[in-house]
Nanobody, 124 residues
Framework: QLQLVESGGGLVQPGGSLRLSCVAS????????IGWFRQAPGKEREGISC???????HYADSVKGRFTISRDNAKNTVYLQMNSLKPEDTAVYYC??????????????????WGQGTQVTVSS
């Protein structure tokens, strides 16, 4: 069974940092493109970062310079390092995998497998 599990969310003060992890089971991530998405209450799901199977990356303007996506194929894990967090970063964060591993895309419909999400709350 193909499964993605996110972890690392929590409550952090503005300006703080968190590192989210996305661990795959049932398949190896190195072939897949991986995206990170987030959804705040009352808002649409937003793509924020992605990495192709050749390690090309892309970021939404809202997180560029603050967030970094990376993968560790030996651990079958993709990370999202989030620095300089702002209250507007508060959301449920999801990782997703696309069978089309060469893609560099943040369109949700390009992704085939989704995790259950992890809550990130930025508040003082």
């Amino acid at each position: 069974q193909l499964q993605l599990v996110e972890s690392g969310g929590g409550l952090v003060q503005p300006g703080g940092s968190l590192r989210l992890s996305c661990v795959a089971s049932g398949f190896t991530l190195d072939y897949y493109a991986i995206g990170w998405f987030r959804q705040a209450p009352g808002k649409e799901r937003e793509g924020i970062s992605c990495i192709s199977n050749s390690d090309h990356t892309h970021y939404a303007d809202s997180v560029k310079g603050r967030f970094t996506i990376s993968r560790d194929n030996a651990k079958n894990t993709v990370y999202l390092q989030m620095n300089s967090l702002k209250p507007e970063d508060t959301a449920v964060y999801y990782c997703a995998a696309s069978d089309e591993g060469f893609l560099v895309t943040m369109r949700p419909y390009d992704y085939h497998y989704w995790g259950q999400g992890t809550q990130v709350t930025v508040s003082s």
